[in-house]
């Protein structure tokens, strides 16, 4: 081996992939581990198995009361049951006995991997046994009332916008829309990457997204109102329409707030300001109720949603854009300009392009927000078709009386934003890879 590969050999990173971790347990530490995980396992199947043996809901006869006949009820006896119970304090005491167990040996372990899975198995125990004595603890309050009120899983079923009958009919028309958009997804992408001479894995990504994108499309469009589904919709074409309109004014404002023209930057600021300062649901209600209808706009309400959350979106965007920009090095600037280029095309070439990739996990952090915030224009009044998944909610609570809604509303909103939360963490990990210290 000559110099070079022996010094090359000793500053590369060791690797430390799941096989190197597994070829460095003990006997003790992978039963350890296994434990753990059967515990888990032992208390979601068992949970799932009891519930299920006594159904999850019911059809009531359509003269019957709620107090006579709920379609909880069976859910409600699964919750009381003693076979739960049991379940419940089995999860218990195994959990604890794995839990002792990891903490009292992992000390003893001869190396760092076995004790990081003592460790782990150890932490994994403890979560079925909190788990499980919430349950416990809430077999002791009042059940039936509470699945009456939340729990008619049946409720989401019927008001999610698609029926069976009519997802199976539309299956040709979905598959179909969902083949176009994968085969465009993945056409755009080839030219891409043949332009950038990529490889191809961002050609499959890509057709699966299309494919996946183009299929959810399809049930979308067959979803009747209201639903939960037509809910989500809306609540993504009102958040992308508000961030497109917020994330490209917020960045020309970021660049006036920095000028050095007091008569440039003081008009910025003080939109910025305006609206960081009043909130949301006043623009909203100040716009839709009060400005719009006396200037004779003619603008819906719909419109007018998108526009007020794009304009608030923007003031937050700024303030994300400025600290972006205002991070870089005043090098980058000074450099640009020693090579003949004008202030705004070191802005444009060189600032912005460096600044955007450091402030994309918060920009994407402020969408999460803005999805969210949605929720508040349903004090425009909108038409049944336009509503967002509150408003959705809150219709059917009003027609049903039953609190379900609110539930199903919330799991619309964490059906868009958890993937949403992990793309942030995705990006944030690949941005955080890709910037280098001066020394690197």
């Known amino acids: 081996m000559t110099t070079a590969d022996a010094t090359a050999a000793a500053t590369t990173p060791p690797q430390r992939g799941w096989r190197y971790h597994l070829r460095h347990q003990t006997r003790w530490s992978r039963g350890h581990l296994l434990a753990g995980v059967a515990v888990n396992l032992f208390f979601f199947a068992g949970t799932i198995a009891v519930l299920s043996s006594y159904g999850w809901s019911r059809v009531c006869p359509p003269d019957a009361t709620r107090i006579e006949c709920s379609p909880s009820d069976p859910l409600a006896l699964g919750l009381q049951s003693a076979d739960l119970r049991l379940v419940l304090q089995i999860s218990i005491v195994l959990g604890a006995m ?69 997802f199976m009919a539309e299956l040709p028309t979905i598959l179909g829309t969902s083949l176009v958009w994968g085969t465009v997804a993945a056409g755009l992408t080839a030219a891409y990457v043949y332009w950038r001479k990529l490889g191809r894995r961002p050609i499959v990504i890509a057709a699966i997204a299309g494919l996946a994108g183009g299929f959810i499309w399809g049930v979308v469009q067959i979803a009747k109102a209201p639903s939960f589904i037509k809910g989500m919709q809306n609540t993504l074409v009102l958040s992308g329409a508000g961030a497109a309109l917020g994330f490209g004014l917020g960045l020309v404002l ?71 920009i205002q991070s870089l090095e005043r090098g980058q600037i000074e450099a640009a300009r020693t090579v003949g280029l004008t202030y705004f095309q070191s802005m444009r070439y060189v600032v912005v392009p460096q600044a955007i990739r450091r402030v994309i996990p918060p920009l994407l952090n402020e969408f999460v927000i803005l999805i969210k915030d949605t929720a508040l224009v349903s004090v425009l009044g909108l038409t049944v078709a336009e509503k967002e998944l509150l408003g959705i909610g809150r219709d059917i609570y009003q027609s049903t009386f039953d609190a379900t809604a609110w539930l199903g509303s919330a799991l619309g909103y964490l059906i868009i934003t958890i993937p949403m939360i992990r793309i942030v963490t995705i990006v944030e990990r690949r941005m955080r890879s890709g910037l280098t210290s001066v020394i690197g």
């Open 98 to 166: 794995v839990a002792l167990a990891g903490v009292f040996t992992y000390r003893r372990m001869p190396t760092r991997s076995a004790r990081e899975a003592v460790i782990n198995a150890a932490v994994l125990a403890t979560q079925p046994v909190f788990l499980a004595a919430l349950l416990l603890w809430f077999q002791g309050t009042d059940v039936d009332r509470f699945a009456r009120n939340f729990l008619n899983l049946s409720l989401i079923g019927r008001k999610a916008g698609v029926a069976w009958d009519d």
């Open 254 to 324: 970021a660049l006036f707030t920095m000028s050095k023209r007091a008569v440039v930057r003081t008009p910025a600021r003080i939109y910025i300001n305006f609206f960081r300062g009043t909130p949301l649901i006043w623009q909203i209600s100040f716009a839709g109720i009060g400005l719009v209808p006396a200037l004779r706009l003619g603008l819906d309400m719909y419109t007018i949603a998108i526009l007020v959350l794009g304009l608030n979106l923007a003031a937050y965007s700024a303030e994300v854009y400025r600290a972006g």
